[in-house]
Every structure is written in structure tokens, then in C-alpha cells.
């Protein structure tokens, strides 16, 4: 029952906040409520006994993301004026709103092969075997790393003073 | 009432959709990336459900939204260091008037 109340709740916020990215005139606001909706999102991992991924989500997102986030949105704020919309609008609304009907209408239909089975918990230690064990995902892993020592120092080379 | 996959879907749906409102819509390039990180959000609650739900002691989707969430980092970072460029080349990041490539 607990686990039902908090999803609604960190559902709704979540929603809330999310919209409040797309729709609040303010761009730092907009920020601040990315966050929070990151927050819900982690709330929601643990409402899905995915703990490590909750801690993650919590030190990746909310910690890093945002921060880089906020960081940008202070270096061009000269040049900002609001969270102006283009001329396409009105047809994005109906886009989006199609697509989330298709989507919900497919997922209502589709007959998903539930199991009754009981989540695994604690997660992490599991996730190590799985990630670095025997038959895992060891060489993802390694690519994993490659890729983001190069988004690293693409993102040095991009940003740096000429 | 008890909590089952497709909460957890729809929810995702609508904060995937909400996302590419914002993607279609917003001029603001930074805004824009927001609502990417938005719908990369959508997509891990997907796949942590699923894994939940469909293979609980397998963990595969949990595996698979940590790779998400790494590629996220990346393009995060590599997509403000390009905004920042761009901002000090054009001094502004309205996207409907960087059109260089543009034909």
C-alpha cells in the first residue's frame, strides 16, 4: 500500500515537474525543476528496488547533469530571453500528443509476460556479477570507459579558450 | 489497486512525449538538451520496469539503463561544451539562427 501511495505521488510530481520544463518562462526555473524531476525519477527506481541505480541516478543526474546544466545556462544568460517557442508549436503539441496516444494504446493491448517472482534485493552485488563476472558485460564496460574519457576530452577541446 | 508494468509505462510515456514537446517546440538550446535528458529519463524508467517485471532476477534492464546513463553523461557534456562553442562564435543559441548548415 505504502508502495502505491508513493508512486502516485512521485508520478505526479514527476509529471508536474517535467512540464514545468517545458512551459515555465524562466530558463534557470525550468533547471530546477529538471531536477526534481530527476529526483522523482530516483524515487521511482526505488519504488522499483533498483537501489544502486536509485544511488546513481541521484549522484550522476542530480549531482553532475545539473550542475553542467546550470553551469551553461550561466554562461549564456546575456543572450537569453525566456524559453521562447518556434513557429512549430502548435504542430509539436499534436505530434507529441499522438505519439504519447499511440504509445498508450499499444502498451494497454500488448499481453506482457509478467512474473510473479519476487524483486532482487540489495542490487548492487548482483549487478557486479552481472557487469563484471563470468559471461557479463565486461567488454561494454571497457567501451563504456573509452567512450567517455572521449566525450571528456572532446568536451575540453570544444569549450576551450582559442 | 496494486502496482503493475503498465503504471510504470505510461508514466514513462508521458514524460517521453512531454520530452519531445520540448525537443520539437523550444528555441532555446539548452532547453532543448534538457528535454533530451528528459526523454533518456523516460527510457530508463522503461527499461528498469521491465526489469522488474518481466525478468526480475536477471537484472538485464538494470545493466542496460546504467550504459543509458553513461551515454547520457556523455552527450551532456560534449553537448554544452558544443553550446558554449557555438555561443561564442554566434553570441547567441536561439537554434532557429544557427543555420550555417543550412542549404
Request: glycine share 6%; net charge neutral; with cysteine.
Amino acid at each position: 500500500m505504502g508502495l502505491v501511495i508513493s508512486f502516485w505521488i512521485l508520478a505526479v510530481v514527476g509529471i508536474l515537474a517535467a512540464l514545468g520544463v517545458v512551459f515555465l518562462r524562466n530558463v534557470f526555473r525550468a533547471a530546477l525543476s529538471l531536477i526534481l524531476c530527476f529526483l522523482m525519477v530516483a524515487g521511482l527506481y526505488i519504488t522499483l528496488s533498483a537501489d544502486f541505480l536509485a544511488a546513481v541516478q541521484i549522484l550522476v543526474y542530480v549531482g553532475a547533469i545539473s550542475v553542467l546544466i546550470i553551469l551553461a545556462i550561466m554562461m549564456t544568460r546575456e543572450v537569453q530571453q525566456g524559453s521562447p517557442t518556434n513557429r512549430l508549436q502548435i504542430p509539436a503539441f499534436i505530434v507529441a500528443i499522438l505519439f504519447l496516444e499511440v504509445l498508450v494504446l499499444t502498451l494497454i493491448n500488448t499481453p506482457w509476460q509478467i512474473t510473479s517472482a519476487p524483486p532482487l534485493a540489495p542490487t548492487t552485488a548482483a549487478l557486479a556479477t552481472k557487469l563484471f563476472g563470468e559471461g557479463g558485460f565486461i567488454l561494454p564496460v571497457e567501451i563504456a570507459a573509452v567512450l567517455l574519457l572521449s566525450a571528456i576530452l572532446g568536451a575540453i577541446v570544444l569549450a576551450r579558450e582559442k | 489497486m496494486t502496482l503493475g508494468l503498465t503504471h510504470y509505462l505510461i508514466l514513462s510515456a508521458i514524460l517521453f512525449s512531454i520530452g519531445l514537446y520540448g525537443v520539437l517546440s523550444k528555441r532555446n538550446a539548452v532547453i532543448i538538451l534538457m528535454c533530451i535528458e528528459l526523454m533518456l529519463n523516460a527510457v530508463n524508467i522503461t527499461l528498469v520496469a521491465f526489469s522488474r517485471y518481466v525478468v526480475p532476477m536477471l537484472l538485464t534492464g538494470q545493466v542496460f539503463a546504467i550504459f543509458v546513463i553513461v551515454v547520457a553523461a556523455a552527450e551532456v557534456a560534449v553537448g554544452l561544451a558544443i553550446i558554449l562553442a557555438i555561443y561564442r562564435g554566434f553570441e547567441d543559441i536561439d537554434v532557429t539562427k544557427i543555420n550555417l548548415l543550412k542549404w
